[in-house]
């Protein structure tokens, strides 16, 4: 699911276009391999994370987790941790606005390359960009769309997709570039007066794709998850860069840059112009089906981001959008995604273009931001920060700190690049927007956390809850009748119940000690098949919980 979340082929047409404009081919082949090795530092430094903390709010957890944990923080942990999950909801619904408008240039362009005569007008194009929202999303929801063996069929099925498009490209192309062209530089058309910039602006615009990290979201229905989590996160990104390398290198060679009959997207049309139409239709056929399974991916993973927004609160009705069906699908998060996704998406019908210039980068600026804050709270944290829930089984060793310096560097890197312009001279389309869009996000989010946040969000849920036998111990509501333990002001340990068994994946036991600090309530129950996404075969039963009663 990790290496499907990751539009390959439909990222490596992506990146040979942009290249031939910026600095040339050796962008996408030393280039890539550089950030390759860089987004496999970041997926490590994410993937100690998700095993310390497998909860599926990800970022948005992760961040209040570390926060908590500094002393300097702690009091700012909630709003802090408020203005990340604000920033990477608004992002993951901008996110699906650009992936609907990809995939759309792709597939009109790939119908009227070849040779049909059909008109795609605005109004088309964003009917096809909501409808592709729409179908996506509701594929998502559907119980096959849950299942490992799916995923794993489906994984196996794009990429032989990927490397049978590559092959047919580079047997039947008419006119190939060398493979040590590949290594050449153009003078770029970003023309600012620093070579090093352009080079620079050249080598983030060509090589970034990021995806890996959204198996962070799915940890609370995965087995093992904080050794299954990780390792997925980290050798996802390997392979997904490794795949990615290879298929910019096909594409370089089989469709060089050459003037050609424009019907839409100039590489697609570059494509048809190199190869026999039968290939062509071939390959983006490929790219087609390989985008929508992307997005189905993207669509399950942001799902359970949602429904851990609604499960801590962190939405309005929250109490209704967590609600799970009896086989533990959140599907009223997964609509309420749709619903937003799909009325953001409207702007498709903007007769100017100017909403697609706008948001063209401030999404990735939003996610790098995301992807940053919590990097930074532990780079700047005690190093047994992750020991103390004990759930960290996949850790980096002496490694950790330095692989999570270089990660800040890199997205730091990227994110300066970003915030200059698209080109020059600087005007209306070239101008920055994406720092000044975050700042206006951020200052959403603060006005929002004023009117609702700060009365009902306390933090993720799963940071105010103790382990014990396997299963997540919830903080319900008061009970009338639940006996209330006398408290005792000492400074010895917390009294600890003897006859419950340490879970595997944690070093802490359930007390009944009251928590007077956060003002949590007395009484402590398990999840019931309300509240969480995990479920338990019956081996994994424990003989006293509520599955035996």
Not at 52 to 70: C, E, Q, V, Y
Not at 97 to 122: C, P, Y
Not at 284 to 302: G, H, K
Not at 394 to 399: D, I
Request: aromatic share 12%.
């Amino acid at each position: 699911m990790s290496f499907c979340n990751v539009p390959v082929l439909q990222s490596a047409f992506g990146s040979v276009s942009v290249s031939s404009l910026l600095s040339g081919p050796i962008m996408f082949t030393v280039g890539m391999l550089i950030t390759t090795v860089l987004i496999a530092c970041l997926n490590a430094a994410f993937g100690e994370m998700a095993s310390a903390f497998p909860i599926a709010g990800a970022m948005f957890s992760w961040t209040f987790k570390l926060a908590r944990a500094n002393p300097v923080l702690r009091d700012w942990a909630r709003i802090i941790s408020w203005v990340v999950g604000f920033l990477l909801t608004t992002s993951h619904v901008i996110l699906q606005f650009q992936i609907g408008v990809e995939f759309t240039r792709v597939f009109t362009t790939g119908i009227t390359a070849s040779g049909a005569d059909w008109h795609v007008t605005r109004n088309v194009n964003a009917l096809l960009v909501l409808g592709f929202i729409c179908l996506t999303g509701l594929v998502s929801c559907t119980k096959f769309s849950r299942s490992p063996q799916f995923w794993k069929v489906t994984g196996l099925l794009v990429a032989i997709l990927q490397i049978s498009a590559c092959v047919a490209m580079i047997v039947t192309s008419q006119k190939q570039r060398s493979f040590a062209g590949l290594f050449t530089s153009t003078k770029s058309k970003y023309d600012s007066k620093s070579k090093g910039w352009n080079l620079l602006y050249g080598w983030s615009g060509v090589t970034f794709v990021a995806g890996s990290e959204s198996v962070a979201h799915m940890t609370e229905e995965t087995k093992n998850a904080a050794k299954t989590a990780p390792r997925a996160m980290f050798f996802s990104s390997m392979f997904t860069g490794f795949m990615l390398l290879i298929c910019c290198i096909c594409v370089g060679m089989a469709v060089p840059p050459m003037r050609h009959k424009a019907t839409g997207f100039g590489i697609i049309d570059t494509l048809f112009a190199h190869c026999p139409k039968p290939v062509a239709q071939f390959v983006v056929i490929s790219i087609v089906l390989s985008s929508f399974i992307a997005n189905v991916s993207q669509f399950l993973a942001t799902s359970r981001f949602f429904w851990a927004l609604a499960r801590d609160k962190a939405i309005p009705m929250g109490k209704m959008w967590r609600k799970i069906t009896p086989d533990r699908r959140p599907l009223r998060a997964a609509f309420l995604l749709i619903g937003i996704s799909m009325l953001f998406s409207l702007i498709a019908f903007d007769p100017t273009s100017n909403s697609i210039i706008i948001f063209d980068v401030s999404a990735a600026y939003l996610v790098l931001v995301c992807y940053l804050t919590p990097l930074v709270l532990y780079a700047l944290s005690k190093k047994d920060v992750y020991d103390r829930d004990g759930s960290n089984v996949w850790t980096l060793g002496y490694l950790s700190k330095p692989v999570t310096w270089i990660s800040v560097a890199f997205l730091t890197l990227v994110l300066a690049t970003l915030s200059g312009p698209s080109g020059w001279p600087v005007d209306k389309k070239t101008f920055p927007y994406a720092p000044i869009f975050l700042i206006i996000t951020i200052g959403i989010s603060l006005f929002f956390w004023f009117v609702y946040g700060r009365s009902h969000y306390a933090g993720p849920i799963k940071s105010l809850t103790t382990w014990t036998v396997g299963y997540e111990v919830e903080i319900p509501k008061p009970r009338a009748n639940a006996p209330v333990r006398q408290e005792v002001v000492n400074h010895s340990d917390l009294p600890r119940t003897p006859d419950l068994a340490a879970n595997e994946r944690s070093l802490a036991n359930m007390t009944n000690h009251q928590r007077t600090g956060l003002e949590l309530p007395h009484a402590y129950c398990t999840y019931d098949s309300s509240g969480s996404l995990w479920s338990a075969s019956e081996s994994q039963v424990p003989s006293q919980s509520f599955f035996h009663e």
